[in-house]
């Protein structure tokens, strides 16, 4: 399988979390959002949406959005299942991916802050106040729900899910744009359980061919 | 079942869509999102979230997020299955339904566009502008993988999927905010058919017990 990802890009982050907890090898292709090279005519020839990550199955299928991406790794590998089986437990797991991957992470992606600097001209303080009015009300969520319905050392059990292939970058992401995340307890304590898994490691930003600190 | 919608939000569009197809029955349950009713405790007892729709099962079991929401009904009820089972089939589905839930309604939603205005101040054309950017940016790439991707009368096949629960929602936002579409014409070719199915009638803002024209 091939991935393209950018080292930096929260999305891709995710599923270099679930290709590492399956064991599966791929090959990496960077793709420099910075750069913009995900506006480049090869690349949208390749994934319309000029975003990352996008994964070309063996077959030479290409598949977009980490979430789609994520379950088509479940099925396909079905060893460390990342979404479970039954109902209520996967509506828990997919409430939690989409709460991170639907109201926290899009309005606060490279483009939409890009927007916001480049069309509306707003100052770096407005851009950082957005940022972290988003990431707490997504928090808040995210708390209230861990509290309500997690239980083991992840977020659903004493084994990592989507759910935790989509909190490990967001809180990341946030702590890296200097938002302070220590009064949501729970979320934290997950995150840092994540942190020393062997998978999360291998899927960190720094252990990427592309890093740049 | 419960379901707590308001007729104008398009993910409570998307799930009131998905239980017409399968002939569910609900209770029906107005939230008046203009009105900030979301954001009272009573509400937020119920969903942490403060977000629109809830459905609370039979058993009592609250589900927020319109795409768990739906996979959970694709679980319990598989008559009129709306996530194919086969792992590229539903990559297809997953993945449009991510690009419109992700990374088109996201940022475009109440709440953001509420922000710009109140804590942004930014003007009505801008406001219309930044609308009207994502939904183009969208669009083009929906346009795209349906013209790769997509078969048949719907967006895969000739039986609606969760592809079109997600689609008919979001070309009907971006209508009323005055986008033309005309150009994305597989798209509101997919949208038209929908319109005249009796489940995505009767799912229509219009036909809701809280509507106001």
Redesign the interface.
Known sequence: MQLYSFFFSSTSYRVRIALALKGLNYQYHAVNLRAGEQRSSAYRELN????VPLLV?DEG?A???????I??LD??QPASRLIPRD??A??RV??V???I???I???NNLR?LG??QK??N?TDT?KS??YQ?WVEQGM??LE??LH?QGHGSYCFGDEPTLADCCLVPQVANALRMGCDLERFELTMAIYRHCLVHPAFMLADPSNQPDYIA
């Open positions: 319309p949406s000029g975003s199955t299928v598949i977009s959005q980490s979430l789609a991406i379950d088509y099925a396909i109902p209520i996967r509506a997919l409430e991916a989409s709460l991957g639907c109201d992470h899009p309005v939409v927007y916001l069309n509306l707003v407005q106040t957005w009015h808040e969520a209230a729900l309500r």
